[in-house]
T-cell receptor
Framework: DTGVSQNPRHKITKRGQNVTFRCDPISEHNRLYWYRQTLGQGPEFLTYFQNEAQLEKSRLLSDRFSAERPKGSFSTLEIQRTEQGDSAMYLC????????????FGSGTRLTVV | DAKTTQPNSMESNEEEPVHLPCNHSTISGTDYIHWYRQLPSQGPEYVIHGLTSNVNNRMASLAIAEDRKSSTLILHRATLRDAAVYYCILYNNNDMRFGAGTRLTVKP
């Protein structure tokens, strides 16, 4: 297994367009997380899945954001009607359930809204 | 969520030990102490974690106070590649919440 994979690495889009990011977690990890990170800040939690169930969503996840993990494997994060404030690094992480297990993060997708 | 307090930045000289402190006075009995680091333009990377006892791995050591209200990440010999933001996080099987971390600068 090569770790958590995120695609694309970079995305430039015009304001108002929709974008979708993909995350492929480590295969035996049943939990998958999405974070957003802006320059100089730590990652901010957005949402997480256990298998295909979305268990928690942050207040940061407005109605323009939606995440899915249809078969409990890969996940997608879609942002509709993008705004300049959505420009950030979007990070995906996966892990096994249980407090003793650490997270494995992907390299992220950098979104620039122009 | 239980919170942690870390210095904003620290400096170290190459090949010297580095002690990165973290205070977590509101830690609960089931919270694990996790440390991650983030190099420029990369996602965070797991470093080490512990519950009550000190822990060692190939990357670092974690010293946990007896009352668990503080911990220290120890890099035994800092290298230029250790320059990163280090995050101390309390974790209890839900979602992991990051603070601003400590930016470590390593001087040659």
């Amino acid at each position: 297994d090569t770790g958590v994979s995120q695609n694309p690495r970079h995305k430039i889009t015009k304001r108002g367009q929709n974008v979708t990011f993909r995350c492929d977690p480590i295969s035996e990890h049943n939990r998958l997380y999405w974070y957003r990170q802006t320059l100089g800040q730590g990652p901010e939690f957005l949402t997480y899945f256990q298998n295909e169930a979305q268990l928690e969503k942050s207040r940061l996840l407005s109605d323009r954001f939606s995440a899915e993990r249809p078969k409990g494997s890969f996940s997608t994060l879609e942002i509709q009607r993008t705004e300049q404030g959505d420009s950030a690094m979007y990070l995906c992480a996966s892990r096994k359930a249980g407090g003793a297990y650490g997270y494995t993060f992907g390299s992220g997708t950098r979104l620039t809204v122009v | 969520d239980a919170k942690t307090t870390q210095p904003n930045s620290m400096e170290s000289n190459e090949e010297e030990p580095v002690h990165l402190p973290c205070n977590h006075s509101t830690i609960s009995g089931t919270d694990y102490i996790h440390w991650y680091r983030q190099l420029p333009s990369q996602g965070p990377e797991y470093v080490i974690h512990g519950l009550t006892s000190n822990v060692n791995n190939r990357m670092a050591s974690l010293a946990i106070a007896e009352d668990r209200k503080s911990s220290t990440l120890i890099l035994h010999r800092a290298t230029l590649r250790d320059a990163a933001v280090y995050y101390c996080i309390l974790y209890n099987n839900n979602d992991m919440r990051f603070g601003a971390g400590t930016r470590l600068t390593v001087k040659p």
